[in-house]
């Protein structure tokens, strides 16, 4: 079953294939306020709500434009919390992420924690380390490239909370990355939607991605590299679980050039009918 969200001029009309329909929840008011001074004596829960991950490979010093505000945003919401920064690393040292990202959860632990590792694989590698490091009855995914608003993390959580999804996806419904990032994810999406006939689904790649627990233990995600995000929404469907949609901008990124390469590309097909040939 898929639920899918569309906004106009600030509301949303949410809309559900197969079922009834379920409201868009009201934004948080506490997400006006400022946030509070950190105060370590308020030690967060040993199983929070919400798992924040953030996939930082690379970013270098850009990743502060989305872990601080990310941060704050967190703590204002007055939900129980965690975040997880993911800094994995290729081990030749030229890459200055995980110093940086050790150093800001070292200064706000024990609310942030770093996960910070060899690679031994690819974003998919990365994504289910957040995944194994998390605690939370919810966790929510983001790229540190800032080219999704960090704004989406909450609510993609609070959509799923208010909504019963068992899964949520971004869908990028404007765009503002390279136009061939756009032609490559057109022509994937399609031959995505060819393949495994998945209906109104569309932007199997985008961002947040968000499973709740038992979500994420039914999936048992094996993917080490691009292919995480369509092996999440190919599980969910084999084993029944409803999906989210959730419409949000992608921005450009002008700090480093994509990581989707021509390499990339096959990647994606050789996994596509892998993953067809398989089932």
Known sequence: MLVT??????????????SATH?????????????SELDRSELPPSAPELSAIVLCYRAEGSILKVIEPLFEQLRSSGLAHELILVANHDGTGRDRTPAIVREFAQARSPFVRAVIRQKKGGMGWDMRSGFEAARGEYMVVIDGDAQNPVEDLLEAYRRMKDSGVAVIKGRRTARFDSAYRRV????????????????ELWDINGKPKGLTRAAYEQLELRSDDWFIDAEIVIAARRKQLTIGELPVVFHRNDDRASFVRPAAIGEFLANMARERVGR
């Open 5 to 18: 969200w569309s906004r106009e001029r600030g509301a949303s009309v949410s809309r559900v294939t197969g």
């Open 23 to 35: 409201p868009r929840p009201s934004s948080a008011a506490s997400q006006t306020a400022a946030a």
């Open 184 to 199: 490559v994810s057109g022509a994937y999406n399609s031959l995505f939607r060819l393949v495994f006939r998945t209906g």
